[in-house]
């Protein structure tokens, strides 16, 4: 069975600082990874994909993140945030084979400070 | 512009009651899927439909309904069973093609009094 471990609920960062968001899963099968932001009351936008080729994937807002077969995570990195950046961050795996079920992980909160 | 719209944004019900939400797309995605959010508890899966006409209980289905008789549409009730029906629900779709991304509603808050 496929499962998402998000390690830290919240991270404290200040402004203009680097921040990881560490996520790590477990499948035995090849696996579709991705990273969701989401601002308070509102749904799920995506950040990045990985799916397949290179192992470090850009996305939007100036997040990156490193797919790392033999480590099974996916971290997503942001060189210098922004106040703006203050949200919750949810890691999701997918089976890379038919069935379309996505697990997400519990999220981590990333609090921004001026 | 193609999306996903969830009806209403808050929703108030006594206890007891059954209440339905509705989530509609037209982004013409085969899979429609229902999520239950709590705080520290990330999303869990209700139910999911693959294509018209089916559907598929997930992690926490009890005390919840769903039907899929249009592609477009594909309502959640949750019914007086639910034990604790207070939370953030999402909807959301993925097209047919295998790579393809999952796309998620604006989400509806019930509140059960």
């Known amino acids: 069975a496929q499962s998402v471990t998000q390690l830290d609920s919240q991270v404290p960062v200040f402004e203009e600082a680097p921040v990881e968001l560490r996520c790590n899963y477990s499948?035995?099968?090849?696996?579709?990874l991705f990273w969701y932001v989401q601002y308070p009351n509102q749904g799920l936008q995506l950040l990045l994909k990985?799916?397949?080729?290179?192992?470090l994937v850009k996305g939007i807002n100036g997040f990156e993140a490193e797919f790392n077969k033999s480590q099974t995570s996916f971290h997503l990195r942001k060189p210098s945030v922004h106040i703006s950046d203050t949200a919750e961050y949810f890691c999701?795996?997918?089976?890379?084979?038919?069935?379309?079920?996505?697990?997400f992980g519990i999220g981590t909160k990333l609090q921004v400070i001026p | 512009d193609g999306g996903i719209t969830q009806s209403p944004k808050y929703l108030f019900r006594k206890e007891g009651q059954n209440v339905t939400l509705s989530c509609e797309q037209n982004?013409?995605?085969?899979?429609m899927y229902w999520y239950r959010q709590d705080p520290g508890q990330g999303l869990r899966l209700i139910y999911y439909?693959?294509?018209?006409?089916?559907?598929q209980k997930g992690d926490i289905a009890e005390g919840y309904s769903v039907s899929r008789e249009k592609k477009e549409s594909f309502p959640l009730t949750v019914t007086s069973a639910q034990k604790n029906p207070t939370a953030f629900y999402l909807c959301?779709?993925?097209?047919?093609?295998?790579?393809?991304?999952?796309?998620f509603g604006p989400g509806t808050r019930l509140t059960v009094l």
């Open positions: 999701a795996v997918r089976y890379s084979g038919g069935y379309q079920k996505v697990t």
């Open positions: 499948s035995s099968v090849s696996v579709y």
């Open positions: 990985y799916l397949s080729g290179s192992t």
């Open positions: 982004l013409n995605h085969d899979a």
């Open positions: 439909s693959q294509i018209v006409n089916d559907f």
């Open positions: 959301a779709s993925i097209g047919g093609g295998a790579v393809d991304t999952q796309y």
